[in-house]
């Protein structure tokens, strides 16, 4: 099948209630990458993380992981992912080390091979090897899941809104070691419906609105989107169609006289807007610009799927 980490084609999820959670998703998430896969609240998300760990059943569609398809082969395809739940349980009786041993255990790992202790380090839990799960912080909770993800040390890590909960210096903290994992080989998903947030960490972003998949784009090229801005002009005459320009990205006639154009400002200013169409013979009565930063973009893309 396919090289990819992880490989949709044409998923679909309806919840027994008739929900439409996943309506005909397909993506590949590229090996080593961070990936970001992005919607609001409701989106399918989730939805589609448990779909990977075997949580939820697919209605419809093919879903392989490291090329081993979860279907044929959903031992290996497990064995090759480690999932961060959006949900934090545990048992409250076990301390963080043994949390991890038993996951460990679980997996088969043997006791020779097993990382507790330098996972918890990793995730700066160290010090409360040996607490209660049940007095952690949520945030301290939180990266004990990144650990347990771990144990078996999966190609792929899977982390379903991990800032949730956790403050602003812990959050620094956990993506500086989502860093240093993919730089040791670790691809990684997460789903997160902050914007600044993938931006700040993934190679490419994913987003998805209501069940379906509205983007899949390189960070980079989804923020050249943010480059874009919006001028709207008005002109001394009625139009019955726009005029064209190179510098323009698009242009769309707003009743008779006023034209909303976008442009890249990275390409152009707005003066060389307005000089294209006084080329085109139009007199320019009035003008107001609006800048787009990323959320804009979102929300584009969000109210147009
Ligand atoms: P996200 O993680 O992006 O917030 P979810 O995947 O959790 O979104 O949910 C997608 C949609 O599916 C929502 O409308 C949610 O209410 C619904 N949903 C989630 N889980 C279930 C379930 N077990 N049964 C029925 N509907 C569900
Ligand atoms: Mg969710």
Redesign the pocket.
């Known amino acids: 099948m396919s090289d990819a980490a992880i490989s949709i084609r044409n998923l679909c999820k309806t ?3 008739g ?1 439409v ?1 996943l309506n005909d998703v397909s993506f590949d998430v590229p090996r080593g990458t961070i990936f970001g896969l992005l ?12 779909i990977l760990s075997g949580m ?1 059943n697919k209605t419809s569609g093919k879903v392989s992981i490291w090329g081993f398809d979860i279907d044929a082969d959903p031992r290996n395809a497990k064995a090759s992912i480690g999932i961060v739940p ?1 949900e934090i349980v545990f048992d409250p009786f076990f301390t963080p080390v043994e949390t991890l041993e038993n996951q460990a255990g679980l997996w088969g790992v043997p006791k020779g091979a097993r990382r507790s202790m330098e996972l918890l380090r990793a995730v700066h839990l160290e010090d409360k090897a040996t607490a209660y799960a049940r007095t952690l912080s949520g945030g301290m909770k939180r990266r004990l899941l990144v650990a347990k993800a771990l144990v078996h040390q999966p190609p792929i890590l899977v982390l ?2 991990p800032t949730a909960g956790v403050d602003i210096q812990l959050r620094q903290q956990l993506w500086a070691y989502v860093r240093e994992l993919n730089q040791s080989g670790v691809t990684v998903v997460l ?1 997160t ?1 902050y914007l600044e947030e993938a931006e700040e960490l993934c190679d490419r972003i994913a987003i ?1 609105n209501h ?1 379906r998949l509205i983007a899949n784009q390189p960070t980079r090229e989804l923020m050249a989107t943010a480059q874009e801005k919006a001028v709207e002009v008005t002109v001394d005459r009625d139009l019955t169609e726009p005029p064209a320009a190179p510098c323009f990205e698009k242009i769309a006639l707003k009743g008779d006289r006023t034209l909303t154009i976008t442009y890249s400002k990275n390409k152009v200013n707005a003066g060389e807007v307005l000089a294209a169409l006084q080329a085109a013979g139009l007199g320019i009565v009035d003008v107001s610009t609006q800048e787009a930063d990323l959320e804009d973009v979102f929300l584009s893309l969000t109210n147009a799927a």
């Open positions: 919840y027994s209630g929900k959670a919607g609001p609240n409701g989106a399918g998300k989730s939805t589609l993380i448990n939820v959006q379903d809104e789903t419906h998805i069940g």
